[in-house]
Every structure is written in structure tokens, then in C-alpha cells.
């Protein structure tokens, strides 16, 4: 992987965080009505000079290409604008909530493909066993469960039934001023429900491909040689096989992340866990649109952060792709 | 005198090849009952049952099962949760079907123009449509069905508009495959036009995992209509599952059924189309079946 490499790769995400900013310009104009209206919030009740500085600010009595090249501008100096209805910056606004929303996110992924790798590796020694039927219909059974309901099902669960996990929020009032271990713990422990509704549709995806991956590559001729130079099973398993099979996998966690960020726009707002999607769902409801397309960018910068990451491990797990270009 | 021979045996059509496939997995044979039995009772089940879904009839918060009125039982208002049930489907399938046919035009269109003529088309294609990949797409979703009033169709538009990238590229995949073998060159040197070549001769050979894929797209757009309803950006006026689960969730731990029976029947909607799915893949692959 050669700096170029990562300059265009690099160049490239910026180039598409451009366009999301012209996407959310164009959607403002496009939108019925006056753009100064739509930016104040229908619910706002909006005065005349509250109109008539948005105007100014956004130079909505310019050309179109001005008014462009203003908003490009003031996003990329972090300007996203003001919230009328939070009456704050967005950018602070988002601030608050990013980071719930990327520990859940990332809690879920990482959780999803740990544990569906490893079931579909299991699976894959016996591809006619148990395990493998089990894969099968858990895989399809994910695919069909909306994970809005499954969140709620565990709420129904958890909060009467078996009271082990908290059903709502990030941490516990009680806790707030407890020491740093303290509410970590507590934080982990809210974690475990929606991680674990987010995770579980992935998981299932990644179980039955990682099934299906893992039985292309034990069937190769490395793994013949591996067999033949009397290697035992389980090395055989895992440590040759698995890590050919991770390749598409890689490739597909890459793809899934946009879905699971709009998969935890539902979780969060099942649980009031306080990150960008419930954020997102409270200024969509209250039409604050300089929020909504804060929110926007924001989750489609994690996307690109994603998949850059995912493009430069893939040539680091790939040697075959290190020269490149 | 010559003795007309007799004709060649050419063996079942692919097409009917694949339905005896399909027609001997058992899973995808339930799921196809299963989604016509839905489909029925959605059309047809307000014709018997004609109890108004919006209307307040009872307590709020029956049971199932404990009035033979309301076998299904009330929601937190007291509406019957049969009645809803059955004039939600209705919508719901539809807002399903119509986006996953939006969904798939954007990307047969786009895919097949990037994949056929390549170059500098599919490349700035092919940009578009990672740049659609980036956006998150139930909140673009949210963002389309806010911007422009919640109707059934601007639903189904703003589902198809974030979702056709995968079909996009499967279609790409499946044109650049098929437009190197020889019967695509035999009619190009035959001077086939183009449009004919795209739709005619190399469509119907790419069909069978575009069917597979349009049919995994409805149970998507199906599940997304019910998480932009539940959400309540759903159309106001118009029953469905998604709505109904929204509406009762604040109540769940008074009354677990008002949301499991809805959730339920998406479960089973999405479910049933994904066997179908499922099994028509198999039967069009009949060499991955053993996996």
C-alpha cells in the first residue's frame, strides 16, 4: 500500500462528502416553499427577522451558485448551522451524540462478525450437521425480523420477565456521579440490549456467509497440502482456511456499515439511547432541517470513514493486492 | 421417398426447469403458500371482516382470545387489532411491491447502461452509484419522506430512490458477464441495434438472479415502509403494520400484543417472500444447491 494509494483513496472521500453537501442543498431548495422558511422549521413560528437573518446568512437573495458556494464554504469550516428549534449550533449538537452512537455501532459490528464468523466457521466443518441447518434458518429468520420489533420484543422480555439488562437510556441517573469504572460499567451494561438487537441480523448474514466461504475454501488445494503435511484439524480449521474465507467478509462489513447506521436509527429510538438517531427522529419530527442534513453528513462521513478503512485492510490482508494500483 | 424425422428432443425449457426445482423444495413451496395465503387475506379479508380499524369499539387493552368479537384483541385506544391487521396488509404489501419495482428500474436502467456500453458511461455511473451507498438510507429515506408530503407514493419513491445501488451493480456484473459471449457478438455483427441487444437478447439471459434479487428486494422495501411507519413518517391516513406497531409502543409493557401481532405478520410477509427468494435462487443454481 503506497502513499498514492491512500492520497486518491483519501481524495476520493472527500470529493463524496462534497457531494453529500451539494445533495443536502439541492433537497432544501427542492423542498416546497420558501428555502428561509424550511431552514427555520415549520414548527418554529418563525418572526419576520428571524426569516430575514437567515437570509442574510445563507445569501438566499443571491444566485443559486452563490448561495453554493456559501454553504460549501461554511460546512467546511465546520459551520453546519444553527438549530432553531435546539437553539444551538448543529455542530454541537452532534457532538454530543456522536459517540453513543458510534460505540453502539461499532459494539454491534464488532459483536455481529465475531460471533457469526465464528458460527459459521463451526457450521462449515459439518455442512450437512445441525449447526448448519441452524445457520441456515437463523440467517433467513434475521433477514425477516424488523429490528425495531425485535428491539422492542427484548424490551418486553427484559423489563418484566427477567430484569437483567436496562431497557432505556445510556447510563442510570443514580450513577452520575459515581467514579469512571463505576459508570463505565454502567454504560456497558445499558449496551448490552440494543448492541445485541443491532447485532443480530448481521450475525445471522455473517454466519451463513461465512459458512458458505469457509466450504469454497476447504475444498481447495491448500488445504489438501495442509491436510497431507498432517496437520491437525484444527489448525487446518482455522487458521488456514478462515483466514482466505475472511476475505469476502472484509468486503461485505464494508458494505453493510450505511445499513447498520440506518439499523440503529431504529435501535436508538427503541431504547432513548441518546445518539444521532434519536437525534435525527426528534428534528424530523419538529422539521429542524439544518439539524436533519447535520445528521446526514454526519453519518454519511462514518460510512466513508468505513469504507476507507475497510479498503486499506483489505489490501493488508490481501498481499495479492499490495502493489497494486 | 424421404421419411420427415422425427423431432429432436430438446429437453424441459430452463424456465420450466426451474419451476420442477422449485416445486420440490419444501421451504420455498411453504413460503409461496404462505405469501399467497397473506395476499389473499389482505385483499380479501375486509370483505368478511368488516370491522373499521379506526374506530374505538371496545376496552382498551383486551387480550386475544378472551372476546369472540375480537379474537385478535383491542390496542391502547380500543381498536379492533384483527381489523387493523387486515387493512394494514393491504398498503403494506403494496408500498413492498411498488418500491421494489422502483428500486429495480433505477438499477436495471443504470446498471445495464454502465455494464453494456462501459468506459467513461459506466465509470461515471459507477460513481453515482457508490456516492448513493455512502448516504445512510433510511434517513435519506426519512429526509425525502419529510421533504415532500408522506404520501403512499413518495414512500415507495423515497424507498426505491436509496435502494437500487446493489441491484445497479448486480445488473453491471451480469451485462459485462454476458455481453463477451458469442451470441451477443453473433447479433452485434448481424447489426442488432443496441437497445434490442440490451433488453432483448442479453436481459433475458441475466433474468434468473435478477428475478432472485427483486424478489429478496420486496421483503427489504417491505420492512423498510414498516420502519418509516413505525418511525410515524408513514402516510397519516392509511393504516399498516408499521403504524400500528408505532402507535402501541409506548404501552408494551401494559399490553404485549398490540405490537407483536403486527410485527408478527411483517415477520411472516418478509419471511414467506424470502424462501421464495431463496428457493428460486436454488432452483436457477441448480449446481449450488448442496450448499
Redesign the interface.
Known sequence: MNAAYILRRLFYGVL?ML??VI?NFL?IR???GDPAVVIAGEMGGATEEMLASIRAEYGLDKPVLTQLWIYVSSVAQGDLGQSFFFNQPVSSLIGQRIGPTILLVLTAQVLSILLGVFLGAVAARK?HGVLSAFVGVFA??G???????TG??F??LF??VLPWFPVEGMQSVRLRDADLWTRMLDVTHHLVLPALTLAIIYLAQYARLTR?SM?DALSSEYIRTARAKGLNERSVVFSHALRNALLPILTVAG?QF??L???A??VE??FNWPGMGRL??DS??R?DYPT??G??FF??LM??IA?LITDFSYRLADPRLKDEQ | MTTIPPPVDVGPSPSAEAWRMFRRNVPAMIGLFLLVVIIAVTLYGAIFYTADPYEIVWAPHEAPGVTPDFPLGTDYLGRDILAGILSGGGPTLAVGAAAAAITMVIGLLLGAAAGFFGGWVDNLLMRVT??F????????A???V???SPSLFVIAMAIGVVSWPQTARLTRAEFLKIKELEYVLAARASGTRNWRIMWRIILPNAAPPLIVSATLTV?VAI?FE??LS????GDPNVMSW?LM?GAN?DY??DA?WP??IP?IA??LT??A???VG?GLNDAFNPRLR??
Not at chain 1, 143 to 149: D, G, H, I, L, T
Not at chain 2, 133 to 140: E, G, I
Request: hydrophobic fraction near 65%; charge should be positive.
Open positions: 463524496m457531494g453529500v445533495l433537497l427542492l423542498a416546497p455442512p433467513t429468520i433477514y425477516a425480523v424488523p429490528v425495531f420489533w422492542i420484543m424490551i418486553i423489563a418484566s458458505a466450504l458494505l450505511g445499513n447506521i440506518s439499523g436509527l431504529l429510538t427503541v435525527a427522529f424530523i419530527l422539521r436533519i442534513m445528521v446526514l453519518a454519511s460510512v466513508v469504507n | 457508490e456516492f451507498q455512502v448516504l445512510p438510507t433510511l434517513l435519506f426519512m429526509v425525502l419529510t421533504l415532500f421483503g420492512l414498516a420502519g413505525f418511525l410515524g413518517l408499521g406497531i409502543r408494551i409493557l404485549w405490537v407483536t410485527g411483517i415477520f418478509v419471511f417472500v424470502s424462501l431463496d448442496r450448499r
